[in-house]
């Protein structure tokens, strides 16, 4: 365990000084920008010590990890991130747990998660995902509602009893226009980001920016980078 929590804590200080370097050379505070630790397919002791390294944003993308890691570790001040394609028939675990769903791409998730907030006496907020290879009303590979979307999903989240929106989130596309230019998408995303604001001034959370390309992130305005591999490295595959 002592390896471990120095191998974290070496990974982690790494990730904190490209953060913090990013920010500098784009003239930006260092508590601009909030660490995300995306935990998935790693156990809760990694997690425990995440916390104890002062890590306070974790994230997961599947309801089955997520939610017996959550209750491992419901006795730690962490703020539970929920960033993947999230099925009705798991809401209601989801929001069991998750302080912030990253993923809302569709009118039928935004009422299945209000219901459930509304029942468990909690406030969820919500990121409308965007997905910047989506043609104009479908959604994307990776999940994600088109741009001509957001304004549809933003106002149904801000007008449902148990949510709060947030803000947007993307993931840099594999495939269309922006597929391999990071900085012009996350730059369309703070464009978009900026419009959302124009109506809901309250949602300035701009999720974007992973491993590979938080600098991008960083440079364009994001507010939240979303980081795995960087800071728990590169899982053996099972079997």
Known sequence: MTDRRSELAA???????????????????????????VTKTYPASDVRILSELGVRDVAENRDQDAAPKAAECSDLPLKWHFVGQLQTNKVRSVVGYADLVQSIDRSRLVTALSKEAVRAGREVGCLIQVALDADAGGRGERGGVAPEGIEE???LVAGSPGLRLDGLMTVA?????????????FGRLMDLSTDLRRTHPAATMV??????DLEQAVAAGATHVRVGTAVLGVRPRLG
């Open 11 to 37: 990974n982690l200080a790494r990730v904190q000084e490209r953060i913090a370097a990013a920010c500098a050379a784009a003239g930006r505070a260092p508590g601009e920008v909030t660490l995300i630790v």
């Open 173 to 185: 596309p594999l495939t269309g226009a922006y597929a391999g230019r990071e900085h012009a998408a």
């Open 207 to 212: 999720s974007a920016g992973m491993s590979a």
């Open 153 to 155: 999903l933003a106002d």
